[in-house]
């Protein structure tokens, strides 16, 4: 991945209350930092006091850390431990050690008792801390810990650097892609909201850029010859070279940037080309392009990127998958009822490594219907990255703020299946455990917009900790039968 996503560089910091021997967290400390196999920066100070605290942060701040993991080597000291998530600018893991690796008598440290104290604590402050499942356990236990804080923690750091670019309104009947930016201020995401015009100016303003050629190479050498339109190269590396100086130029005092811009109608007349490709690339490089300036569309992007520091993508929970579809491919293969499928679409957005081999550069079908003469050939309408998505494990998502101003989620684990969709755009069979219960009581119980977010693997466990951390009270799942959603009928 690219720049715009952080790298997270660890520290430990290991506590002790002054009355349980300090002997006790520095040397479980050490043993996890030799048994930890990332990068992981040993802070020499062992705090048990306030000015320790203050000695502690500066030291992991000077050793360029930005997340901290805070270790109860024994109970620790509730105040200064606690100072450490009020004076350290990063996301912090608080872990506490079990106890088996001494005697009974001199060797007990009452972690398990501290990491009470200290959640109580943090919770008095208002200070956020991270604090996994089950935050007690042996040196093994802590190294695990810490290796599933790291995307977490990426996301948290990623997320507060963030600005959202946007470019031009929704498209008319799109409200669906409500975006109250209180919500995004609420998270600590800055967002710049342009005019079309303003990306028009820029865009003719990088005609014959030097840079042009090279990335037109680059651009034929990854779909193959066959898969693209060579005419329609210049426009398009011109298009992409606008928007990567434009997130340079205008990021300011950020560090990360996603782009929310509209993309229809009046876009690929003006332009002479759709931005799909374009987009996709972006999204390849850790930069999301969301579709029809879904701003929360492009945040859960992001943070599905930092995440899995891979590429995702966003799509249209658009239609359902035939009957005969399900009966010829689907049926007795794969663990699934067909009201657990649907098919995720999207113009051509996703990025080629996520998609079958057949994919290529193609043309909008519905925006030629459109904005093209009837029985014209394609024309400005070409630039859509088309083809079905890859067979594998996906996470599909979203963070939402609502009409209220209410930050809401949801996240559900499933697959796209390796079944053709013999369909247009870039689109997949998405299978999904209870989806018809989901669909019916979270997304349209909740009113979410059709748009989802994608991560191509399996990463709820992190999604969910990352919206927790955020502060999202409401995270929905794909619930099991066994427990029903409020608003279901039992006796349906």
């Known amino acids: 991945m690219c720049s715009n996503i952080p790298e997270v560089k660890l520290g430990i910091v290991a506590v002790s209350r ?108 208002h200070l956020k801390g991270y604090i996994p499942e089950y935050p007690v356990g042996t040196c093994d236990d802590i190294v695990k810990m810490i290796a599933d804080f790291v995307p977490i923690a990426r996301a948290i750091i990623g997320v507060k650097n963030l600005k959202i670019i946007t470019f031009g309104p929704r498209p008319q009947d799109f409200f669906a892609c409500n975006a109250p930016i209180k919500g995004l201020y609420e998270l600590g995401v800055e967002i710049e909201e342009n005019s079309e015009l303003d990306l028009l100016v820029s865009y003719k303003a990088h005609a014959g850029d030097p840079r042009i050629p090279a990335v037109c190479a680059e651009m034929a050498a990854e779909m193959g010859e066959g898969r693209y339109f060579p005419e ?3 426009r398009l590396a011109q298009f992409e070279l606008t928007l990567l100086d434009w997130a340079e130029n205008h990021k300011g005092a950020r560090k990360y940037v996603a782009f929310a811009n509209k993309c229809w109608p009046a876009f690929p007349e003006a332009f002479g080309f759709e931005p799909c490709y374009v987009n996709s690339r972006l999204a390849s490089r850790g930069i999301p392009v969301a579709c029809e ?97 890859a067979p594998g494990d996906i996470t599909f998502y979203r963070l939402q703020c609502d009409s209220e101003g209410n930050l ?18 870039g689109i997949g069979i998405f299978a999904i455990p209870e989806m018809g219960r989901f669909y019916r009581h979270v997304l349209i119980q909740k009113r979410y917009p059709h748009h989802g977010a ?31 959603y409020p608003t279901e009928n039992p006796w349906a």
Not at 365 to 386: N, V, Y
Not at 466 to 484: C, E, F, H, R, T
Request: with cysteine; glycine share 8%.
């Open 232 to 234: 329609m190269n210049e």
């Open 293 to 389: 300036v879904d701003i929360y569309g492009a945040l859960s992007e992001y943070i599905g990127a930092c995440v899995t520091n891979d590429a995702v993508t966003l799509l249209d929970i658009n239609n359902s998958v035939p009957q005969y579809i399900y009966d010829e491919d689907i049926r007795g293969k794969y663990d699934c009822a067909l009201t657990d499928t649907f098919m995720g679409f999207h113009c051509g957005n996703t990025p080629e490594c996520k998609m079958c081999e057949s994919r290529a550069i193609k043309y909008q079908l519905i925006q030629h219907r459109l904005l093209e003469p009837e029985g014209s050939d394609p024309d400005f309408t070409r630039g859509t990255l088309e083809g079905d998505i």
């Open 408 to 425: 809401r989620s949801y996240v559900a684990e499933g697959q796209v299946l390796p079944v053709a969709t013999r369909s247009f755009g």
């Open 454 to 484: 994608v991560a191509f693997a399996h990463c709820g466990k992190y999604l969910f900790e990352v919206l927790k951390y955020l502060g999202v009270k409401d995270i929905a799942y794909n619930q099991p039968k066994s427990l029903p």
């Open 18 to 125: 002054d009355c349980f021997p300090i002997a006790l967290s520095t040397q479980r400390r050490k043993n996890i930092v030799a048994a930890y196999k990332g990068e992981l920066y040993e802070c020499p100070v062992t705090v048990e006091n306030e000015q320790d605290a203050l000695k502690a942060v500066a030291d992991v701040t000077a050793a360029g850390c930005n997340a901290l993991v805070v270790f109860l080597g024994n109970f620790g000291p509730e105040t200064p431990e606690t100072l450490i998530a009020q004076k350290f600018d990063g996301p912090c893991m608080y872990v506490s050690a079990a106890e088996g690796d001494g005697d009974m008598i001199n060797g007990r440290g009452d972690a398990y008792c501290g990491m009470l104290n200290c959640s109580y604590n943090l919770g008095m402050r």
